[in-house]
């Protein structure tokens, strides 16, 4: 969810998003839980958690799927953080979204049996209100876009701070909850 918005499809109209999107409909959609945020004050932070379920039970669709995100996921993030300030008559300033590198738990090699864990950085330099964010002119947004991908389903959470604010142990946690929920209820 961008800006408060729950949407029956994540990310925006532009040609890298279709190609997600055909791939993500090709598996049947069957439900999504999308709406809850949860917010910090002090710092203006926000997460956002959504789960989205498939019926498609061909595991090669949801190869296909993670393949199309991993190829365009920078071009579909930066395109939809575009128009969702356009849907909102603002002109987006300079918007990067970077795949983070490194382990999520250092030290440990990867579990055959977890889901694959996808995270982009987004850093937004526009305005959050007109005339300035809420901490003043010049202030930087991030947005930590994290996926959690599993056999019918896939969980995405974003967290949404300012600039400067190290969330990397925060993230760690919250894929460590998501991979101890989804295998509890995989079993």
């Known amino acids: 969810m961008l800006n408060n918005v729950a949407a029956s499809q994540p990310f925006g109209d532009d040609p890298a998003s279709a190609e997600v999107e055909t791939c993500r409909v090709a598996r049947q959609v069957t439900a999504v839980i999308d709406g809850q945020a949860f917010r910090h004050r002090d710092s203006g932070g926000l ?35 575009r128009q969702r300030w356009r849907e909102r008559d603002r002109q987006p300033a300079w918007i990067e979204a ?19 864990v996808d995270w982009l950085r987004v850093e937004d330099h526009t305005p959050v209100a007109p005339g300035g964010a809420v901490g003043g002119p010049g202030v930087v947004t991030v947005y930590q876009h994290v996926t959690v991908w599993a056999a019918h389903c896939q969980v995405t959470v974003v967290i949404r701070h ?3 604010l190290d969330l990397d142990p925060t993230v ?16």
Do not use: N
């Open 47 to 81: 997460c956002v958690v959504r789960a989205e379920y498939y019926a498609d039970p061909d595991p090669s669709a949801a190869v296909r799927h993670r393949e199309a995100w991993m190829d365009r996921a920078e071009e579909v993030l930066d395109a939809t953080w």
């Open 98 to 116: 970077r795949w983070v590198s490194g382990s999520f738990v250092e030290g440990d090699a990867p579990d055959l049996d977890w889901p694959d």
């Open 162 to 164: 300012p600039l400067g």
């Open 172 to 187: 760690r946690a919250a894929v460590g909850s998501i991979r101890g929920r989804l295998a509890r209820y995989s079993g």
